[in-house]
């Protein structure tokens, strides 16, 4: 069965940094891009940032880009998403997602989703 | 950025309607369109990809069509486990974009 944990949300001050990793499992992790896809609260999905399988291509929203760095340890199974300057619009839940089907991007499984919370 | 405008926002329809939901991109796309169902507390799950292609393990019940810019989602029929929010995403380009989803509600 594929599954996809993340962890390393929280609390956190404007200013600061937090790191969310994906732990995946039951797949061939070093086969797939992956996404990290965040949501406000009782709002909609907003994509944040894609990798490809290897690592060599790196898409960003704009309203993340020279603040977060997405990264990948194949040899651990696992996604990162370094956040910086954190912002309280940054406020979501943060989900990784496995590309389903070759030759498209589309995501599928999704993770349960981390909590971050950007707040004095 | 291609901008992905779903409608209605939200539908009220019985156990056993049909509901159709409508997403239109802002330029063409060819097929390049997924739909997701989200339900409460949940992560969402893929139903369609590629326009109209059913992921593994979706129900029947479900169908997408559409290409360039104007898109369908059909529930033929709609069933207890299907009330929920449902969101395109467009697969053409980054940065990649989602419709702003549509409630399914019980009537």
């Known amino acids: 069965e594929v599954q996809l944990l993340e962890s390393g949300g929280g609390l956190e001050q404007p200013g600061g940094s937090l790191r969310l990793s994906c732990a995946a499992s039951g797949f061939t992790f070093s086969n797939y891009a992956m996404s990290w896809v965040r949501q406000v609260p009782g709002k909609g999905l907003e994509w944040v940032s894609s990798i490809s399988s290897s690592g060599t291509n790196i898409y960003y929203a704009d309203s993340v880009k020279g603040r977060f760095t997405v990264s990948r340890d194949n040899s651990k199974n696992t996604l990162y998403l370094q956040m910086n300057s954190l912002r309280a619009e940054d406020t979501a839940l943060y989900y990784c997602?496995?590309?389903?089907?070759?030759?498209?991007?589309?995501?599928?499984?999704w993770g349960q989703g981390s909590l971050v919370t950007v707040s004095s | 950025d291609i901008q992905m405008t779903q409608s209605p926002s939200s539908v009220s329809a019985s156990v056993g309607d049909r509901v159709t939901i409508a997403c239109r991109a802002s330029q063409g796309i060819s097929s390049s369109l997924a739909w997701y169902q989200q339900k409460p507390g949940k992560a969402p799950k893929l139903l369609i990809y590629a326009a109209s292609s059913l992921q593994t393990g979706v129900p029947s019940r479900f169908s997408g069509s559409g290409s360039g810019t104007d898109f369908t989602l059909t529930i033929s029929s709609l069933q207890p486990e299907d009330f929920a929010t449902y969101y395109c995403q467009q697969a053409d380009s980054f940065p990649l974009t989602f419709g702003g989803g549509t409630k399914v509600e019980i009537k």
């Open positions: 997602a496995k590309y389903a089907v070759a030759g498209t991007v589309s995501f599928d499984p």
